[in-house]
């Protein structure tokens, strides 16, 4: 079934076997000494203890070609799962901490997003995320500096450590970033509850929300995401592995589409949640009884919720319901 992806950080889509060979060509120590061992401390208790893992493992990433193996590993898989559209988060803070250049870090995602296109005929946005857990003065930097590469990034995004970094920390920089004319995005509702997805909302005034599950704790909130239609990137398998819900069973995700929201499914961090877009649409209908009219209506909403335009929306939303018509 065509679909689009728009909850993907590229630095999660990094699988063990080629953190192992990347960090192997570029001599760079990692605690796993091979790919089944890193998968085995894979086993995460919350969001915190996730990030620990996921920062150390983006050390690897170094050169140009790095970010462009990284990218061009992810889309094709996408595209095999019949991703027709795919916007891709990066945290250029994690890297540029480390030493590496934003342009080496964008020229890589890049070059793989252009090849892409011509070879795997699949539509792609960059968004920029900002790390939560560092100061807005540190956002702003970043900012500034993607600037000179406005033309490839089309989005801003706000991610990591939700608990102690509400949105409103961000409040300038996010008013900033839609004045110079980016569509913004922020996780909340995830880790944090409905306050932080109405303070999303308010105060960065974000087009969109990562997970936002926890929005369903407040009805008057749930009333106006409905209303507005506001777009929510679900990710199932995430939440069970960062133990936001107890088991699938118990995922709320359901009751989001039923309740009218603009819900999608989305993979977030694929290497270590155990599967891609594809999974979580799979294991998210075997656990909640999914109609098939219910899956057909989260891959409408995710081209509905995607950034494109309205022309190219369309044509992938009549992709969509021909797929629909044609396959028993
Ligand atoms: N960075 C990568 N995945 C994330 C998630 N699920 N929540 C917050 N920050 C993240
Ligand atoms: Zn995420």
């Given at each position: 079934m065509p679909k689009a992806e728009l909850h993907l950080h590229i630095e999660g889509a990094l699988e063990p076997e080629l953190m192992i060979e990347i960090g192997r060509r570029n001599g760079v120590e990692l605690p796993w000494p091979d790919a089944e061992s890193a998968r085995r401390a894979?086993?995460?208790?919350?969001l915190q203890s996730f990030l620990d893992i996921y920062y150390r493992a983006?050390?690897?990433?170094?050169r140009e070609e790095d970010f462009y193996d990284l990218t061009t590993a992810y889309l094709r898989k996408a595209a095999s799962q019949h991703v027709r559209h795919a916007e891709v988060f990066f945290d250029p803070q994690t890297h540029t901490a480390r030493g590496i250049a934003i342009e080496t870090v964008i020229r890589g995602i890049e070059g793989a997003l252009r090849d892409a296109h011509g070879n795997l005929n699949l539509s792609t946005k960059l968004i920029m995320c900002i790390?939560?857990?560092?100061s807005e003065r540190e956002g702003m930097e970043i900012f500034r500096q993607a600037l000179p590469w406005r033309r490839s990034i089309t989005g801003i995004g706000l991610d990591s450590a939700e608990r102690n970094n509400p949105?409103?920390?961000?409040r300038n920089l996010f008013e900033l970033a839609r004045r110079e004319g980016f569509m913004t995005v922020a996780h909340a509702?995830?880790?944090?509850?409905?306050a932080s997805v109405r303070e999303a909302l308010d105060?960065?005034?974000?087009?969109r929300i990562d997970h936002?599950?926890?929005?369903?704790?407040?009805e008057r909130l749930v009333a106006e995401l409905v209303r507005r239609q506001i777009p929510l990137t679900v990710c199932p398998l995430s939440n069970i592995r960062l133990r936001v819900f107890p088991s699938m069973q118990a995922h709320n995700l359901k009751r989001m589409l039923q309740r009218g929201l603009c819900v999608s499914i989305n993979s977030d961090d694929p290497a270590y949640f155990g599967g891609y877009v594809n999974e979580n649409y799979i294991e998210a209908a075997d656990a909640l009884g999914f109609e098939r009219s219910d899956i057909v209506q989260l891959a409408r909403n995710s081209f509905i919720a995607s950034s494109l335009d309205t022309i190219q929306k369309q044509l992938y939303l009549n992709e969509l319901q021909r797929y629909d018509e044609e396959t028993p």
């Open positions: 894979y086993d995460f208790r919350d983006t050390s690897v990433l170094i790390l939560r857990h560092l949105p409103s920390k961000f509702g995830e880790e944090e509850g409905a105060i960065l005034q974000i087009s936002g599950v926890r929005c369903m704790e407040d």
